[in-house]
């Protein structure tokens, strides 16, 4: 189990909820937990990428829901002022309508919400003919099951990388791998353990992990900051950090070496996303689609690390998956670039599933058939 903390949650009592996330702008240099006492700064911290990684969102977004109605005293007295029980149900679900604007690509965060509803509506006619008692009810129903979603993600976590590990084994046919990711997919994108680091990390654990290469991960250097800063926090076997630009000359395989040490390939690439559609098209951070490409080319197997709760069998294809775009800021303040330079900074992009060897779950890996279609729907 890592040893870094996205999160404190703390509940005394059962019905006294509290929160504090670790803000990751701030890492690798300072450690420091910021409270989150409400649904607006629940919504801040996601949004402002204090915190980041699709599971981590939808956590975040119900734990800080939970904290608002149970002990946020503004809301309290708003749910005092709601005379029936329609009106809590509403007032709720306008909290949850809110938290679901934060970040627009991470599907995790929208089927928290659909199936936090289901319970909602649950709880709603089980009381519903004793207004105190559906109040308490319904926020009840937040409470557990924004506990149930913390403790689900952990052991969610430690079968992706079960699976993981060995489809990879499997796959290259060698005893010792060496890996390759982009962006942050560990314990700071997740409750803990992690999705792609989560198998790089299982890898680790039973002594068949040889290297593992972090791509920085341009423009926000998720990769350089966290991924990075969880290697060497976590001593990872063989961890090292690499610029973008250079994945296609670490995967290249040759018989010298490009510096004097250098012996690491690339053996498997593992990286996290953010929606998996029913085709198996994929979107994550920004340059996982240029990452496929390489591995392709290079014929190196490219895995997708995602919990049930990242496929959206909803949509077809990435052609629907809405791609959320940053501010020209953030690109220019991390590349010292002009500052009145006009700026495109997407945050996602879509990998086609022609590119992707397998999708782990933690469930199971699905594979693509003969023809190499992915049944993500089937699976589900």
């Known amino acids: 189990m890592s040893n870094l903390q996205s999160l404190i949650y703390s509940n005394k009592g059962g019905s006294n909820p509290k929160l504090q996330v670790l803000d990751q702008l701030l890492i690798p240099h300072e450690k420091v937990y910021l409270d989150v006492p409400n649904v607006e700064t629940a919504w801040s911290v996601i949004r402002e990428m204090?915190?980041?990684?699709a599971p981590l969102i939808a956590i975040v977004a119900l734990l800080g829901l939970s904290v608002d109605l149970n002990t946020n005293s503004k809301?309290?007295?708003e749910l005092d002022d709601l005379k029936d029980s329609a009106k809590v149900l509403r007032y709720i679900q306008d909290k949850m309508a809110y938290l679901k604007t934060s970040r627009p690509t991470a599907v995790n965060l929208s089927n928290a919400l659909e199936e936090l509803e289901v319970a909602l509506q649950k709880a709603s006619k089980e009381e519903e003919k004793n207004e105190d008692s559906c109040r308490a009810c319904l926020c009840k129903a937040v409470l557990e099951y924004s506990?149930?979603?913390l403790q689900r993600d952990v052991s969610d976590n430690k079968a992706i990388g079960k699976y993981g590990a060995q489809a990879i084994l499997e796959k290259t046919g060698k005893e010792k791998v060496d890996m390759l990711t982009i962006?942050?997919?560990?314990?700071l994108a997740t409750a803990g353990y992690g999705t792609?680091?989560?198998?790089?990390r299982s890898l680790d654990e039973s002594g068949n992990l040889n290297s593992i290469s972090a791509l920085e991960t341009r423009p926000y250097n998720q990769g350089s900051r966290l991924t990075a800063f969880e290697i060497m926090e976590e001593k990872m076997?063989?961890?090292?950090l690499i610029c973008d630009s250079s994945a296609a000359a670490l995967m290249k395989k040759t018989s010298h070496s490009f510096r004097v040490g250098q012996t690491k390939n690339v053996?498997?690439?593992?990286v996290g996303a953010d929606r998996v559609c029913a085709n198996g098209d994929t979107a994550n951070?920004?340059?996982t689609y240029n990452l496929s490409i390489i591995a392709a080319f290079h014929k190196v197997p490219f895995y997708v690390a995602a919990p049930i709760t990242s496929l959206d069998i909803t949509l077809k294809s990435g052609d629907e998956i809405p791609i959320e775009e940053r501010s020209a800021d953030e690109l220019i303040n991390t590349s010292k670039a002009p500052a009145n330079v006009p700026c495109w900074n997407p945050a996602f992009d879509v990998t086609p599933a022609m590119n992707i060897t397998g999708i782990i779950t933690e469930k199971g890996v699905i594979k693509p058939d003969t023809e190499g279609h992915f049944d993500v729907k089937g699976f589900v």
């Not at 792609?196 to 790089?200: D, S, Y």
């Open 237 to 240: 076997t063989g961890g090292q």
């Open 267 to 270: 053996d498997a690439v593992v």
């Open 50 to 53: 204090q915190i980041r990684g």
């Open 183 to 187: 962006c942050n997919t560990g314990s």
């Open 196 to 200: 792609a680091l989560g198998v790089v």
């Open 285 to 287: 951070k920004i340059g």
């Open 75 to 77: 809301t309290i007295k």
């Open 147 to 149: 506990e149930f979603m």
